[in-house]
């Protein structure tokens, strides 16, 4: 007998406990606070959800990370008083071109380059602080509950299907099973991070992406370190690129002082489903191994270790922020400014924006798309989208390699948004397209490398120091249909790219067997949720759903 689902009405629901949906979330509330203090007769209720799939709020954001506070000064101007959690203040900077075992500074730092004075925070933290202020402001909070399915209902938005607990393996339900949710909303606002599940199948459902360009990831790896003391200042900050990847692969690393005896350090490789070869995790590993980083983490000890993709294509590659019954922020939308690495103000900004959308919809009982539209006109009015559209052609100019990327970028800086029309992001290939692309992308130089134990490790080791937890009894939550794992996996993906899943995934989730008989092996319970596989697999076909609601990694200080 099919079982009954339980449905759950609200006004609004938020899909993804990250600060875009966290700051709309309150926003929301101040709004509607404010408004019923200077409009008692018209009082406006609203009941207003945040669902996570994190068992702790915070626990799957991870970031640099260098916060601009405007967005934030806007939307809680007393955050200080509030106790926003900050770690230390920029306040001594350089950016480096690295070789093997040199380091070239830059004479001076552009505009964008420049962080003095804004502090450094761990996201989860201030993820964890900001869903506490949520729920003092009246904020309903779910965690440890996975948004599964879009619910569509003539033609628009009506909610999402928050996933069952309690299947095996086999997906039969175990003793104390509890089937879905449904958390039926005037208007959804999906803000699921990077490469969203949710965000996706909106994007295909409703056309989202058609007139905008193929959106780009990178992933990035971090590890938090504790230091002995005298190494490095707090709130010394470094970039760098160049060292270990070569002049046509995009990325970088950053050493961020949270105090004198504790970093947060990390490294960005571009994911390209072309050249697929990178291994996230070794390219981190090595540029700890620089003599620059090295130094400075000699003698101290890993205390945390994560991975998620980054949105980069910038505006070009932003689609449709809304549509029927729902709204996108953060970086499902693509709010995030490469030039700057920054996108945490935009994600909060993009959540104010949705939330005064959202206010007007309530105070007019009016949630058709013309309201919604709203959305768009108030982002297309905001510093957020001059932010972007100021920085638009950035992560474009690095398409053609690091040196044209370099002049580009230069050229930027006296000419905001200036592109000289050779570097534009790929339309969306096509497999095909993707296996051409291959035989022109140089293959990756694999610089031997062996874990010290000391300054590097294994990702076994690493993953132990990501907190990452799953229940080991529930369906795989990385799908791979059979037919595409005997004729892909095994035969020709073995051939023509030797399998790149078991080195692009930063958690060793993947690992080719010979016995008892060649096997691709799936250890999905050691996933970090970073989306890597399902944007670098060269053929398309690794799909990332949520896990049962509180598996995933248990960051604290990433
Ligand atoms: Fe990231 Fe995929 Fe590996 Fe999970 S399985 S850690 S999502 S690359």
């Not at 939307?75 to 920029?90: H, I, K, N, Q, T």
């Not at 400014?337 to 005064?356: F, P, T, V, Y």
């Not at 030797?498 to 958690?507: K, L, S």
């Amino acid at each position: 007998m099919k079982e009954e689902r339980e449905s759950l009405a609200f006004d609004v629901v938020f899909a993804g406990g990250g600060p875009a949906n966290l700051s709309a979330a309150i926003h929301l509330k101040n709004l509607i606070v404010r408004h019923n203090a200077l409009h008692p007769a018209e009082e406006l209720e609203a009941d207003i959800a945040v669902i996570d799939k994190s068992r702790r709020w915070g626990s799957h954001l991870l970031s640099g990370a260098i916060l601009d506070t405007r967005a934030l000064e806007e939307l809680m101007p007393d955050y200080r008083e509030r106790g926003c959690p900050l770690e230390s203040v920029a306040n001594d900077e350089g950016v480096f071109f690295l070789t093997e075992k040199r380091k070239f500074a830059f004479p001076f730092l552009p505009e964008p380059f420049r962080n003095i004075g804004y502090p450094l925070i761990s996201l989860s933290r201030l993820g964890a602080w900001m869903a506490g202020e949520a729920e003092k402001a009246g904020v309903q909070l779910f965690d440890s509950t996975a948004a599964v399915g879009l619910l569509v209902e003539n033609g628009a938005v009506c909610g999402i299907l928050a996933g069952e607990l309690g299947l095996d393996r086999q997906e039969k339900p175990k003793p104390g099973h509890l089937p879905g949710i449904e958390l039926r909303a005037k208007i959804t606002v999906f803000g699921e991070g990077a490469a969203g599940s949710l965000a996706g199948e909106l994007q295909k459902t409703f056309s989202l992406q058609q007139e905008s360009e193929a959106q780009h990831y990178e992933t990035g790896v971090k590890e938090v370190w504790q230091i002995p003391e005298g190494r490095i200042k707090a709130g010394a900050v470094r970039h760098t690129f160049g060292y270990p990847l070569p002049a046509d692969r995009y990325g970088g690393g950053w050493l961020y002082a949270y105090s004198s005896t504790m970093l947060s350090l990390g490294f960005v490789t571009a994911i390209e489903r072309s050249a697929p070869e990178s291994d996230p995790h070794r390219n981190l590993q090595l540029f700890k191994q620089h003599p620059f980083i090295a130094s400075i983490l000699e003698g101290g000890s890993l205390v945390e270790y994560g991975a998620k993709a980054i949105t980069s294509g910038g505006l070009n590659a932003m689609g449709r922020i809304c549509g029927p019954g729902f709204l996108v922020t953060g970086e499902s939308a693509g709010m995030l400014n490469m030039q700057r690495i920054k996108g945490i103000h935009l994600a909060m900004k993009s959540g104010m924006l949705a939330a005064e959308t959202i206010f007007e919809a309530l105070l007019r009982n009016d949630s058709s798309p013309p309201t919604l539209q709203g959305y768009e006109e108030r982002f297309r009015k905001s510093w957020a989208y001059e932010e972007l559209y100021n920085a638009r052609n950035f992560r474009q100019a690095f398409e053609k390699g690091l040196y044209n990327g370099l002049l580009q970028a230069g050229m930027q800086f006296t000419i905001p948004g200036l592109s000289l029309a050779s570097g534009f992001l790929k339309k969306k290939e096509s497999t095909e397209k993707r296996q051409q692309e291959k035989k022109k992308h140089s293959a990756l130089p694999l610089t031997p490398f062996r874990p010290d134990g000391k300054i590097t490790f294994g990702k076994e080791e690493c993953l132990y120091r990501s907190g990452t937890v799953h229940e080991e009894n529930q369906p795989c939550h990385l799908r791979i249909s059979s037919g595409d794992m005997t004729e892909i996996c095994l035969e020709r993906c073995r051939k023509e790219y030797d399998n790149p899943c078991t080195r692009f995934c930063p958690a060793k989730v993947y690992e080719f067997t010979r016995t008892p008989e060649p096997a691709l092996k799936i250890s999905a319970s050691n996933c970090l949720h970073c989306k890597t596989c399902a944007l670098a697999d060269p053929y398309g076909i690794i799909t990332w759903t949520p896990p049962e609601g509180g598996g995933g990694p248990g960051y604290k200080l990433s």
